[in-house]
Nanobody
Framework: QVHVVESGGGLVQAGGSLRLSCAAS????????MAWFRQAPGKEREFVAV????????YYADSVKGRFTVSRDNAENTAYLQMNSLKPEDTAVYYC??????????????????WGQGTLVTVSS
């Protein structure tokens, strides 16, 4: 079992930045890719970004490419999502997930083996 906890959400003005963290604990000896998804009110959960276990491979949704950066520190069992140039349409609950599958573009939420509880990001205009 792997326990995943997100943190770092909050309220920020448009154009601002936030960094989300995703801490994993438990059976972290397995090689998990770590992914970020988000869900806005009334919408389905959507892929945002994913980083491979090694940290070498990263993929992003087109809507965040060039603004968000995903990374990880395996020594700390933590993944990060640096979000810059935030827009009101980025407002959502952001979820971190862990999967034993390979990191790939537009990873499906069905591929996640473990989920965190989510952290709310609100971007005001």
């Amino acid at each position: 079992q792997v326990h995943v906890v997100e943190s770092g959400g909050g309220l920020v003005q448009a154009g601002g930045s936030l960094r989300l963290s995703c801490a994993a604990s438990g059976r972290t000896t397995r090689r998990f890719a770590m992914a970020w998804f988000r869900q806005a009110p009334g919408k389905e959960r959507e892929f945002v970004a994913v980083v491979s276990w090694s940290g070498v491979f990263t993929y992003y949704a087109d809507s965040v490419k060039g603004r968000f950066t995903v990374s990880r520190d395996n020594a700390e069992n933590t993944a990060y999502l640096q979000m810059n140039s935030l827009k009101p349409e980025d407002t959502a609950v952001y979820y971190c997930g862990a999967t034993v599958r390979q990191a790939e573009q537009d990873l499906s939420s069905d591929a996640m083996d473990y989920w965190g509880q989510g952290t709310l990001v609100t971007v005001s205009s």
